[in-house]
């Protein structure tokens, strides 16, 4: 319980420092995936 309430307490900071709402959130946090995935992608199957 302790790591889930320090979680929700540091996405409440984030998202309180960036301005944005819950529904901002979660396209911040799908582009990141976006992200992500395509870096990985980029790394381990083209080279």
Not at 27 to 47: E, H, P, R
Request: with cysteine.
């Amino acid at each position: 319980m302790k790591f889930i309430d320090s979680h929700e307490s540091m996405i409440a900071w984030w998202q309180e420092l960036l301005g944005i709402s819950d529904y901002g959130l979660i396209w911040l946090t799908f582009l990141k995936g976006l992200a992500t995935g395509y870096l990985l992608c980029w790394f381990f199957v083209l080279t």
